[in-house]
């Protein structure tokens, strides 16, 4: 399906344009005739693990050429144009750092690589924005992924980007550390930069920002604000995977609520269908507390992400 | 510091951590240990001794092996750890990287192979008490430093097997095919290197020492370093082109 400029997956003022782009290596098609665009402030982009996200920002930032299509970035294409990178930056998904640094030394690597020079002030705020700044002389082959990530977060935040893509920036990080990942990244989007932030987790997009566009199979699957995806996602049930101490008793007494259309158990694990995960995520833990049990894992599937990101690819 | 330099030094304490260093430096100077060894001044074939360790031990294989390890690393391993996009989504002109890459790889190359060729002319000079052949076998070491870094640079991105690739090209080509056609020896790097040497050490015996390797090339070592800075040129021209043609990991 075509998509006109004044569809959920454009903006009005964008910084970042996609224009009928695909992607494919030999046979395998990664993204497929994909146009949306990005402006100032943050958006999500969602879908399952290999829906093609990672293609999608990898040309974005130029590293990867489209096989049809184009794209901009201020209205450069960043393969032809290096001074795109003077205001572009990507966290890539990959451990994209050097272990044989430091924390401070990648972070100040990042800095004497742009056009700005070094600026050992810029390399401290940076470390002290990702709260890195006690394990900044660290070598990085010492960090956990959750650090790991920060310090790319924080060699990216150095150069001060106007457009900045992260790929999966939270996976690794423990709570605390996500939600101090999403705050930076929501304050970066508030500040009228264009923030692209992907994710295979909904509720983690949804914690971040009101926009986003969803692509599965290479396709668009759905755009604009989370409400709207929401809304169209409500005839399709989540599988939600819960582990207990008492499966059984807990699968009856779930099955009671409205929101539960049906379970299935294997030993300790059972898979719970739901019209409405929120309303399960509320109603599970009073009632397990109700039946005297412990839920030990209370997690949405991804299989059941995907099936429902096909599911609005199908309706389009 | 420029982005050259930075992305130059950031590269030789990525591809040269101390225990390479160990490793490689251990390979480049056993010709040395050898010559200290096995000759001695009294010996009647001592020269030819030295000499055939000196090509066929240094140049032949300490020389490519230790700028193959390390040259293939320099782009290798920014591919291998997906590392190659914290420096090209830079500022930066892809020509800049490729120069930095390759210079990061001579830089290295000619570290380990430096002390490799002072230890061997040192040796020599212990065992025989003629010190001339030092500055000889530096230059030559740094000539075979530019060829093989620069060759072996691009081919460290353009293929996972690169250690095989060069080892193919040093053993297969240069020792079998060029040993075997001496008219095809200005296509071996080292004898390009060695070629320097021959044109440096005493008049009275470089005859001598070009008949022992050289084949159809020239003893010269301006000659030598033309050719070496032609190799870098062309080897950084075609790194700059890989990087803007192909998707980078």
Do not use: K
């Given at each position: 399906m075509s998509e006109t400029p004044?569809?959920?997956?454009?903006?009005?003022?964008?910084?970042v344009s996609v224009s009928s782009v695909s992607k494919w290596f030999g046979q395998k098609?990664?993204?497929?005739?994909l146009s949306c665009s990005f402006g100032p402030g943050l958006t999500g982009l969602l879908g399952p693990n290999g829906a093609g996200k990672t293609t999608l920002l990898r040309m974005l930032a130029g590293l990867a050429r489209p096989s049809e299509g184009s794209i901009t970035v201020e209205g450069r294409n960043p393969r032809s144009h290096p001074n795109v990178y003077r205001f572009l930056a990507l966290v890539p998904e990959e451990d994209a750092v050097y272990g044989h640094m430091t924390g401070r030394e990648l972070v100040a690597y990042s800095s004497r690589l742009?056009?700005?020079?070094?600026?050992a002030a810029r390399v401290e705020a940076a470390l002290a924005d990702v709260e890195l700044t006690a394990a900044a002389d660290r070598p990085i082959s010492s960090f956990s992924k959750g650090m790991r990530q920060r310090a790319k977060v924080a060699a990216a935040l150095v150069n001060d980007p106007t457009v900045l893509i992260l790929d999966e920036p939270l996976n690794g990080t423990d709570p605390v550390q996500r939600s101090r990942l999403i705050s930076i990244f929501r304050r970066l989007g508030a500040e009228g930069r264009t923030v692209i932030v992907s994710s295979h987790v909904l509720q983690e997009v949804e914690r971040m920002t009101d926009r986003v566009i969803a692509i599965v199979d290479g396709k668009l699957a759905a755009a604009g604000d989370v409400g709207a995806i929401r809304s169209a996602m409500a005839d399709i049930p989540y599988r939600v995977l819960i582990e207990s101490d008492k499966t059984r008793p807990l699968a009856v007494a779930l099955l009671e609520s409205d929101s539960v259309i049906g379970a299935t158990i294997d030993g300790e694990r059972m898979h719970i269908e739901t019209t409405d995960l929120r309303e399960l995520g509320r109603a599970a833990p009073s009632i397990a507390a109700r039946i005297g049990c412990r839920i030990a894992v209370f997690r949405t599937e991804d299989d059941s992400l995907e099936s429902v990101f096909r599911y609005l690819v199908r309706r389009r | 510091m420029t982005p050259v330099i930075a992305i130059g030094k950031a590269t030789v304490g990525q591809i040269l951590p101390w225990r390479r260093f160990l490793g490689l430096g251990a390979l480049a100077n056993a010709p040395a240990l050898l010559v200290f060894l096995v000759t001695s001044a009294d010996q009647a074939d001592e020269f030819e001794t030295f000499v055939g360790i000196t090509a066929g031990l240094f140049f032949g294989v300490a020389m490519p092996i230790v700028s193959l390890v390390l040259a293939t690393a320099s782009l290798g391993d920014e591919r291998r750890d997906e590392t190659l996009s914290f420096i090209a989504l830079k500022p930066i002109p892809r020509a800049m990287i490729a120069l930095a890459k390759i210079l990061a790889s001579v830089a290295a190359a000619t570290a380990v192979l430096a002390t490799g060729a002072v230890t061997l002319g040192v040796a020599r000079g212990i065992r025989t008490g003629e010190w001339e052949y030092v500055l000889p076998l530096l230059v030559a070491a740094i000539v075979g430093a530019l060829v093989y870094a620069s060759l072996f640079t691009p081919l460290g991105y353009l293929t996972q097997r690169a250690t095989l690739s060069g080892l193919a090209y040093v053993?297969?080509?240069?020792?079998?095919v060029v040993g075997a056609l001496p008219?095809?020896?200005?296509?071996s790097a080292w004898r390009v290197a060695f070629s320097a040497f021959a044109a440096l050490v005493p008049e009275e015996v470089a005859s001598l020492v070009g008949d022992f390797a050289l084949g159809s090339v020239v003893p010269g070592a301006g000659g030598a370093v033309v050719k070496a800075l032609v190799v870098v040129a062309v080897a950084t021209l075609l790194t700059t082109w890989i990087l803007r043609r192909r998707d980078l990991a």
């Open positions: 004044t569809s959920p997956s454009y903006v009005a003022d964008a910084t098609v990664a993204v497929s005739s742009s056009h700005r020079g070094h600026d | 053993f297969i080509w240069e020792g079998a008219a095809l020896a200005s296509t």
